[in-house]
Every structure is written in structure tokens, then in C-alpha cells.
């Protein structure tokens, strides 16, 4: 559906050449939910505004939907651009219009006639559960309600792709579950292509099929959420994984808890294991085996994409070398572990 | 006395209203223009912004009545005389355009550039985005520049009265400057405080209530 070959993105400012994108290829397929996740300054903005030109690549192609959007004639770039949905972080509503008008606006635009407006509008203010609010203004709504119109203002024109620029940054975490839940409808009941950038974990975990990591211009992993949640390969991508599992530590245990290796500290692990390697008794193994004692933190079942994963942390209590050896023994036997860190014992 | 009066007041009217509907019809895409075209801006054009800009800032520099003096050839090839209410609206829109205009430009600086972004997302033209977008989000803003402009325009008009221009400007001049009539130049006086207090309220009240919703909370 949507095919980047060789994108580059050279910025200037003043005397300050930018490699913003270097050499980006990716192939999103119809239907899908394509998340790139990445930390702030690595290119993101810069990647998704190349899919629909708004901010033209210095190089490569963009193929959307098999067009070519780079050869195309002003006027050729405007009707593919209507084939392509946009939301935004700051949702990007006229405030001078009322919800209504705001969601026809690409309506007027194309002119299509009022009575038609009516019967097109309706059907998404229905849709984003925004009946009620068809008379109001972006200023009387919230922000989840916001992002709604704004879903309903990108899909109006029927687009085949809908691109997300950090769409659930800045709402609330209730809201951030009902704009995630609705963007999984849409792609659903509408087999709608999404390629969403955001840096949070949560949204890639929560609705993608795939996943790139972004860093520095560069694509540094791409694979399925699924195996990227158990067991990314790249740095930044164990980072984000690590970060996340040790957010979720009780805050007694992360302020004893540094980075690095230090006398008298124990390593807290993260152990990732799927329904494949959940058959052997590893923890009694490595307990047996390496003299360990293992002080289980938290341990929970998820389910991606109708896979379940479960996920386990733990602290390893023994000599060093025995510990070092348990670790390998565990990633020999297919389990995905990360250190998150080294916990001092507290007398 | 009254009639005199309300001569010179609908005279007075004429020009500042006739001038403020010229300058809203050229001065309003003049301001357009200039915002879109600076540096970084979405249609940037460098010799365009400039040279408007320029233009519109050596127009603001000159005092008005030295305006008036010069432009008086272009007055005459215009309407084809110099005198009177209607040959002073020539000199009062082009004294107008520029404040205008710049004042507009600022107004639609300070619409988010994301609104940019969101409109050509779903297909809009250039031109579209100008007079879809753009203006209607600055409009509040603009209706204030507007209301200032038609302030000065009273200002300028009473300087035009006295060049030849009849309304309140010439009245002032012939009782009270040539002749101290007091009743005169009270009334005169009086009846500028009123119609600038009037144009401000009916500014004010538009930019805030009526056109901008969200300002009602």
C-alpha cells in the first residue's frame, strides 16, 4: 500500500546541514496498523510528513496505493493527498468553526453540494460518537473529543491511509485508550491502511501489527509487535522495552536500583517467554543448577494479536558468575531476557 | 447650525467609510500576502515579501498631510478634481492600506501553522487555504485592525477637511479656526468623541461576539 524506497531528508538551517532521513525503505501492506516508534529528534516527523509530501523528501520514492506522489503535478498531489488521512498531535481544528463544519471542511473545499455535506458528515459524527456535539466548538470539547473530530475531518474524504503524527500524546490516559480503541475500529470496519509514529511503547503494544524503530535517521529494526515485545534486537528498541518494564516497578525497588553492575547489587531481569518455551520448569532449573535464590517481582500473561506472551521479573539473588551463567542459560533456552538493572540489597 | 452640522458629518462619513471599504478590499489581501510570502512561510517568496513590505513601510513613514500634498496629481488623474469629500477618499485609502495591511499580516501570523498542515492534508489549494483558513480563523483579529484603521481614517479625514475636503475637518477650520465660534468647536468636538467611541464598540462587539464563538465562554 504504502512503499519507501531510499527516502533521504536533508534539513538546512542557516550554516546547519541536517541528515534528518538516511536512506529510509519501508513497505507498509493494505490494511495493516504500522506503528514507528522512536525518541525524540530521531526523524519521525520528518518520515511520516514524507508520505504524504508535506514535507517533500530530498530524495527516493514515495509510492502510495501505487502512485508515484513524487511525479506528480500540483494539482495531482492534491487529489492523491485526498486519498491519504492526517491527525495530528495538536488535533489542528479551525476554531472558528463548529464540530460540524470543521469535519466538512474537506468537503467544501472539493465542492461538494450541501445536501450532500449533510448525508456524508452524519454517518462519522456517528462513527467518533460525536452526535451531540455537531453543533459545538473545539474549544467547548476535550481533548480525546478533539481527536475525534479530527479522525472524522481525515476520514471524510474516504481516504485508503491514515497517518498519525503522535495522535495520543497529548490526551489523558482514558482518552488515549478510547482514540487508540477507535483507531483499531476504523482499521477494521473500514480496512483502512494506519501508519502511526509515536514514542510510546503503550500505542505500538496496544494496536500495531508491525513496527519499525527509528534512530537517528535510520530504520534500526523492523518486525512484528509480537516479536518485538518479547525480544527486540536493536539497542534503542531494548531500551524502549527496558524502560517500560522498569516504569512499572514498584517505586521502593527502582530507587535502589542503578544501571551498572555494583557490589552487593543483584540484577533485576525482565524474562520474556511465549507459549513455545512455557513447557520447562526453568526458574526450579537455574534455582537447582546455579544456587540461586529468585525473588519473582512481577509476572504477568499478555495477549498480542492473539498471541500470549508472558513476562516476568525477577531478582537474582547468588554468586556473580553463577548469576552470569544462569542468564546464558536462560537465553540458551530461548527465553528473552533483559537486565533492567541492579538492585543493592537493603541490610 | 444643525444642518451645517449634519452636512459635515455625513461628508465626514462618506470618506471614512468609503475609504475603509476600499482599504478592507485591498488592503486585506495586501496583509494576506505579505504573511504567506515571508521567509519560512508557506508560499515564502523573498522578492514579493520585500518589496510589499518596503512599500507598505515608506507609505506608513510619510505624515499624512504630506501624503495628501503629493499624491494630488494621482487625486486629480483619478476622480478629475481635488476638491471636496470624494477626491479626499484617493489620499485617505492609500494613508489607510498600509496600517491595514500590516496589521493583517500580523493577524494571520498568528494563526497555528498546523492549521496549514491539516488543510493541505485534505486537498486544499493555495488560495483555499488563504481565504478558507486563513482569513476566517485571523478574522477576529482582523475586525480589530479594521476598527483601528477606521479610527485613524477619522483622524486623517479632519486633516483632509481642512485641505479642502468639507466634513468636520473643514468645519472646525472655518468656525472655529477662522472664527472662534465655541459652539462650534464643541459640537465638532463632541461629534468625533462619539463616532470614535461608536466605531470602537461596534469593532469591539463584532470581533468578540458575534464572529468568534469560542471568545462567549
Known sequence: MISLNGIEKIVRKGNIILHALKGITLNIEQGEIFGIIGRAGAGKSALIRCINLLEPPSGGAVLVDSCDLMTLTTEGLRNARRNIGMIFQHFNLLASRSVFDNIALPLELNGTPKDQIESQVRPLLELTQLEDKANAYPHQLNNGQKQRVAIARALINQPKVLLCEEATASLDPKAKQSILKLLSLINQKLNLTIVLITHELEVIKSICNRVAVLHEGEIVEQTTVLDFYSHPTSLVG????????????????????????????YPIARIAFRNSNSQQPFLAMIIQQYNLSVNIIQANTEIIHNHLIGIMVAEMVGEKEDIESALRFLEHKKLHVEVLGYASRTA | MLHELLNALEETLFMIFAAGLLTWIIGLPLGAILSVTAPEKFLANNVIHKSLNFLIHTTCSVPYIVLMIAVIPFTRLIIGSTEGSVAAVVPLTLAAV???????????????????????TVGASNFQIIYKILIPEALPNIIKSLTTTLVHLVGYSTIAGALGAG?????????????????????????????????????????????HPQNNI
Open chain 2, 167 to 211: 466634513g468636520l475637518g473643514g468645519i472646525i477650520i472655518a468656525k472655529g479656526y477662522q472664527s472662534f465660534q465655541t459652539d462650534y468647536v464643541l459640537s465638532t468636538l463632541v461629534l468625533l468623541i462619539v463616532l470614535v467611541q461608536i466605531i470602537q464598540a461596534c469593532g469591539d462587539y463584532i470581533a468578540n461576539g458575534s464572529l
Open chain 1, 238 to 265: 531494548k531500551e524502549f522495552i527496558k524502560t517500560a518494564a522498569r516504569n512499572d516497578l514498584p517505586t521502593a525497588l527502582r530507587n535502589r536500583m542503578h544501571p551498572d553492575y555494583r557490589k552487593n547489587s
Open chain 2, 98 to 120: 498600509p496600517t491595514f495591511a500590516g496589521l493583517t499580516e500580523k493577524a494571520i501570523n498568528h494563526v497555528q501553522a498546523g492549521l496549514i498542515e491539516a488543510a493541505k
